[in-house]
Structure formats: C-alpha cells, structure tokens
Nanobody, 126 residues
Framework: QVQLVESGGGLVQAGGSLRLSCAAS????????MGWFRQAPGKEREFVAA????????NYADSVKGRFTISRDNAKNTVSLQMNSLKPEDTAVYYC???????????????????WGQGTQVTVSS
C-alpha cells in the first residue's frame, strides 16, 4: 500500500503564491510517476501537472502553464507544486496521485493513477 499526504493548501489573494507538498510512504522502493489534480465544487476532477519517475519529463494543463511548477525529491519521497500568480479560478481541492504502472510517462489521464491523497483545499480570493 501507498499513502499520500498533501499539505500546504490555504487561503491566498489573487496574484499570490502557494506551495503544495505531497509526502509518500509505503511502496517507495518503486518510482512512480506523480501527478496533481484538482476538483472545484460541482466540477469533475481535472489534471493540473505531472512528473515522471526521475523528474525528466513534466506535463501541465494549459490553464496553469507558466504559473505552476511541479518537482520531486526522490530521496525524500516528496513531490511539490509551486503555484504562482494564482487566480480565483484556481480555487479547488488539490489531490496528489501516484502512477506505478508506467513511471516513465508524466501521464495526464487520471484513470492511470493508482493511489490518491485525501486532498488539500486551495482558495484564491479576488
């Protein structure tokens, strides 16, 4: 089993920054691809960013390109999401996810992720 725990969410004004972190425990001898997704009230969970097993490949949703940066520290079993220039439309619960089936690709498909964290709330005020 794998446990993923997100932290770093909160309330921030538009234009501000937040840094989310996800700590993994359990099956950490493998190196999964990691992703961040978000879900706003009344909407489906959507892809935000992903990073492959060694950090060599990243993918971003068009809505966050140039503002968000995903990174990972395999020595610490953590993945982070630096969010800058936040907008009210970024308000959502953010989830960390792990894909052990194909760690080489930074996949955007949520169906390919095996494990999910409990989520952390990000609220951006206008």
């Amino acid at each position: 089993q794998v446990q993923l725990v997100e932290s770093g969410g909160g309330l921030v004004q538009a234009g501000g920054s937040l840094r989310l972190s996800c700590a993994a425990s359990g099956r950490t001898f493998s190196r999964p691809a990691m992703g961040w997704f978000r879900q706003a009230p009344g909407k489906e969970r959507e892809f935000v960013a992903a990073i492959n097993w060694n950090g060599g490949t990243t993918n971003y949703a068009d809505s966050v390109k140039g503002r968000f940066t995903i990174s990972r520290d395999n020595a610490k079993n953590t993945v982070s999401l630096q969010m800058n220039s936040l907008k009210p439309e970024d308000t959502a619960v953010y989830y960390c996810a792990a894909n052990f089936r194909d760690g080489f690709r930074a996949t955007m498909a949520k169906g390919e992720y095996d494990y999910w964290g409990q989520g952390t709330q990000v609220t951006v005020s206008s």
